[in-house]
């Protein structure tokens, strides 16, 4: 059997952790920060983790993640 292909635009998105979690990079970070508070954008900083619902649907995207 060949080997299934990964979806290349969910492998640069997402990291899957060694627990089987899916991490990601917040959007609305690059550009239009001046109207956005200091608290937004801190929070926005640090990668943020997919629910458990949708991690059946990303592992078909990434068969080998």
Partial sequence: ?????TR???AKRFKMT?????KYKK???RHILTKKSAKRKRKLRH???ISKTE??????????G
């Fill in 55 to 64: 991690i059946p649907r990303l592992k078909i995207l990434l068969p080998y």
């Fill in 27 to 29: 959007q609305a970070t």
């Fill in 1 to 5: 059997m060949p080997k299934m292909k």
């Fill in 8 to 10: 290349r635009s969910a």
């Fill in 47 to 49: 990668p943020d983790v």
């Fill in 18 to 22: 060694g627990t089987g979690k899916a």
